[in-house]
């Protein structure tokens, strides 16, 4: 498979946002950029917490996310001679807070069971062999022995992203986070969904439904394509510098790909016009982005979210 239009076939929930919505070609002395497969799709933060929570930043997209686990597996039956690997960003989980019910930490256990849907995607998760990267957000569920921060095919290179940030120490996955810090966001957190639930006036209401202090719930849907004046110019200067200089002349870095801004983008005039940038955005807070890589094109799509809260039943759909 080395169109992206092959990967999308029928499926009319799935829109690229990068490119003006066309797939971005590959120059043809990058070719092939992987090595390991023929298809490689990258899904960024989701941020699952416990169902029934409302510090729960992924609920509002799991249906669509459902339906695209049911995709992916579609495509890989229909292509069993294609390579298809599938790359989880890292902040899978929402492991900053504690279980809203116990106060205990929060465990994956606790999140894929506490709603029948989210059983079914890690279900699908399992059939599919998605693979992970460490998150930020979830760093707690990783050992030692299976820790990844980055991983390398052929010529990508995939990281989460939060390496790039001014806040990297407090987001560094090797330290412990300051409790105070934690329960001063817990709080805010709460703040903020009461704020959504109070009584507002008709012209603030949909503001106060849908953000507060930048987050947004998840309830709006969002299907923009960020701009290159609004994304943060130091995660663009710390890989530009990191893989400018690449020693590597035989199998040297020419895509970058990292999630944790919750912000889509590609950059074709990246360090040095050497490399492109892209970033898959997310799929959590009204977001529902992912990336696709072939050895001929890349592009940032979105999943069109058809329902806002999905039943509670009939989830074992894929097999």
């Known amino acids: 498979m080395t169109r992206i239009d092959e990967f999308i076939g ?3 929930r799935i829109s690229i946002i990068s490119g003006g919505g066309d797939p971005t070609p590959v120059p043809r002395p990058w070719r092939p950029l992987l090595d390991s497969c023929d298809l490689l799709v990258a899904i960024p933060d989701m941020h699952m917490y416990h169902y029934g929570s409302q510090l729960d930043g992924f609920r509002c997209g799991a249906e669509a996310m459902l339906h695209f686990l049911q995709h992916l597996d579609s495509v890989r039956r229909s292509h069993p001679d294609r390579r298809l690997r599938i790359i989880q960003m890292g902040d899978l989980y929402e492991l900053w807070f504690s279980h809203p019910r116990t106060g205990h930490a929060m465990t994956p256990e606790d999140i894929w069971k506490s709603h029948p849907l989210y059983e079914e995607i890690h279900r699908l998760f399992c059939l599919l062999r998605v693979e992970r990267i460490c998150g930020n957000h979830d760093y707690r569920y990783v050992t030692n022995n299976d820790v990844r921060l980055s991983v390398r095919d052929g010529k990508v290179h995939l990281e989460h992203g939060f390496a790039a940030d001014h806040w990297y120490h407090f987001s560094n996955p090797h330290r412990p986070l300051w409790p105070a810090a934690m329960a001063g966001l817990k709080t805010l957190r ?8 109070r009584p507002a ?10 953000s ?4 947004g719930s998840g309830d709006v849907e969002l299907e923009t394509f960020t ?8 995660s663009l200067l710390h890989y530009s510098r990191l893989f400018q200089n690449n020693r590597e002349v035989s199998q040297p870095i020419r895509l970058v790909l990292v999630g944790h801004t919750h912000k889509p983008y590609l950059d074709l005039d990246f360090a040095g016009e050497s490399t492109f940038y892209m970033d898959a955005g997310a799929w959590s807070y009204g977001r529902s982005d992912f990336a696709v890589v072939t050895n ?21 759909q894929a097999v």
């Open 10 to 12: 029928g499926n009319g």
């Open 227 to 234: 701009k290159r004046e609004e994304y943060r110019r130091r």
């Open 296 to 316: 001929e094109e890349v592009a940032v799509c979105h999943y069109t979210r058809l329902v806002q809260k999905p039943a509670k039943i009939l989830y074992r």
């Open 212 to 215: 507060a202090w930048g987050t």
């Open 190 to 197: 709460r703040i903020e969904s009461g704020i959504r639930g």
């Open 201 to 210: 006036e008709a012209n603030d209401r949909q503001l106060l439904r849908s």
